[in-house]
């Protein structure tokens, strides 16, 4: 490939490589010039164009995207179609992504031009979300460097898509007199939780004296289950405590003891009638992401979990939100704390509502609603609306204005109560005066509102329930907001202690002047490039994986 300025005579079937605007229109970049458009750049007076031309042998950037997108996916993966150099992929089913490094690595080292991204090992994806992307650097590279990219996973694809298998998991706990009945209720309730995100049930639960010969009995009488998982009433610190000697007792054996994440190293892997089984740690009680969803997920999806895998998990094992905020251990101890290390709760958890804000004009759009654009044939809104109701929150309400029917429409059949914002053209600020108002004026009222925009595709309900925990954990005085690389992005949680604050909100830049007052009490949990993602542009929503409604 050639790249340089040429005279506009001499460009015909040429690429071109920077956009031109022309009376009557615009030639987009990577446009392969015509002998029309060569009279129209003359019409406009444009003398000379940045061109690439082509050598023998070498694809376009469209033409090197399609082939290797259709070679590097593995199962349950979908590909999109190639665009400005760039083939997306999107989780085909729920479950894990699992990219094979090596050969990614290996395919990012052919050329320079030819690279492909995608999320870590072992994310958690729900179908539709985008895992990998290819894309093409150049307008153009060499045939050959394509065909050597896509020989190196010959038979044997880059990533794929564990899918979760609908499994029956046994919940088994051990009492002791200082754990309230309270706390097993909500374990059990955390534990349906997380099974569901997974297409999983609890199937069962039996609750025992924390002593070896009753665990033992209880884990032997488990039946028709796929999986068991104990929450002891003490934690495990030796392999003659409680847990894994009931395991043994039981005719199992104990896998590994102990793992490299933090919170989640007090976790046991085991085996009984050749079920696995989970000791779960303490932390497990709480629905914050810790070392149990690590291993929990894996089982769920069918993968196998050797002591190996566990002791390579201390890279990226340290799981506390952000460095800065204090330690637990660092705050005063509670009083009278029982004797298992639960600390006792004031009152019920504060309770978040979810604000989800559709009501924009998409301006820089040119025309179409972004949120009417379509992610794996799903359209934005009711895809971020389904986000929100798979989380923790209590109740979500979608903030209505422009084209309202429409919007409406594409979330028909889903629990979400509407909320119209006549104001909407005012400004962001208004729709979020909007959502929270009705969130705390609510019977039984909010404790929090999350205001989530409609327009990030990245975000999950994973993601929410960090946002949630981090809130529940603070108290509701707190503000938590989504940060990425440390900036404060979206969504934000703002508590019902501020709602005159909200109230005086105005312009379109949401709860920025807000948190701005209150720097103390702002809780930020990293979400990486979640939080940071929205499709304002068609450039970014086609980046993004998605297609505008035509």
Not at 89 to 116: E, H, K, M, Q, S
Not at 196 to 204: D, I, M
Not at 274 to 281: F, M, N, V
Not at 373 to 381: I, K, N, Q, S
């Amino acid at each position: 490939m050639k790249f340089g300025p040429v005279a506009v005579g001499d460009a015909e079937g040429a690429i071109l490589a920077h956009g031109q605007k022309l009376a009557g229109g615009r030639l987009a970049k990577g446009t392969r010039l015509s002998a029309a458009d060569i009279e129209a750049l003359r019409a406009a007076g444009i003398g000379d164009v940045v061109v690439a031309r082509l050598a023998p042998g070498d694809l376009t950037e469209d033409e090197a995207a399609s082939r290797l997108g259709g070679v590097v996916a593995g199962a349950q993966v979908s590909v999109g179609a190639a665009g400005t150099g760039r083939v997306n992929f999107f989780a085909a089913a729920d479950g894990l992504f699992l990219p094979d490094r090596g050969l990614v690595d290996r395919i990012n080292a052919v050329d320079p031009g030819i690279t492909l991204a995608t999320l870590g090992e072992y994310e958690p994806v729900e179908a539709g979300r985008m895992v990998a992307t290819v894309k093409i650097i150049p307008l153009a590279v060499a045939g050959s460097a394509v065909e050597r990219a896509a020989a190196i996973v010959a038979g044997r694809p880059a990533f794929r898509v564990a899918p979760y298998r609908p499994q029956r998991v046994a919940l088994i706990q051990t009492e002791l007199p200082a754990l309230k009945k309270s706390a097993l209720d909500k374990t059990a309730a955390v534990l349906a939780a997380r099974l569901a995100r997974a297409g999983a049930t609890l199937c069962g639960e039996q609750r025992c004296a924390h002593e070896t010969g009753a665990l033992a009995g209880a884990i032997a009488a488990v039946a028709d289950a796929d999986l068991v998982v104990v929450f002891g009433a003490s934690a495990v610190i030796d392999e003659a405590d409680v847990i894994p000697a009931a395991v043994v007792a039981a005719g199992g054996h104990v896998r590994h003891l102990g793992m490299p994440v933090d919170p989640g190293n007090l976790l046991l892997l085991g085996e009984v009638a050749g079920r696995p089984l989970i000791g779960a740690p303490g932390c497990a009680r709480s629905p914050k992401e810790n070392g149990f969803d690590w291993i929990l997920n894996r089982l769920l999806a069918d993968l196998q979990v050797s002591p190996e895998d566990i002791r390579g998990m201390g890279v990226g094992g340290l799981l506390m939100e952000i460095a800065t905020r204090p330690l637990p251990r660092e705050r005063a101890a509670p009083p009278a704390a029982p004797a298992v290390g639960i600390a006792p709760q004031a009152g019920p958890p504060p309770v978040v509502d979810v604000a989800l804000l559709a009501a924009g004009r998409s301006s820089r759009m040119g025309g179409p609603n972004k949120l009417l654009a379509t992610f794996g044939g799903v359209p934005l809104v009711r895809r971020s609306a389904e986000v929100a109701l798979a989380s923790g929150a209590r109740r979500v309400r979608v903030v209505v204005g422009n084209r309202r029917e429409e919007i409406v429409a594409a979330l028909s059949g889903l629990d979400v109560e509407i909320v119209e914002n006549p104001d909407f053209a005012e400004g962001l600020s208004t729709s979020v005066i909007a959502g929270s108002r009705a969130a705390f004026a609510a019977a039984p009222s909010a404790d929090g509102v999350l205001v989530m925009l409609a327009d990030q595709p990245l975000v999950t309900a994973v993601d929410l329930d960090r946002l949630i925990a981090a809130f529940v954990a603070e108290g509701e005085g707190s503000i938590v907001v989504a940060t990425d690389a440390g900036k404060r992005r979206n969504p934000v949680i703002l508590g019902a202690c501020h709602i005159r604050e909200i109230e005086a909100l105005r312009g379109d830049v949401g709860a920025r002047d807000l948190m701005n007052a209150h720097p103390a009490e702002i809780r930020g949990v990293d979400l990486g490039r979640a939080a940071s993602l929205d499709v304002d542009t068609p450039e970014a929503l086609q980046e993004a994986g998605g297609v505008l409604a035509g």
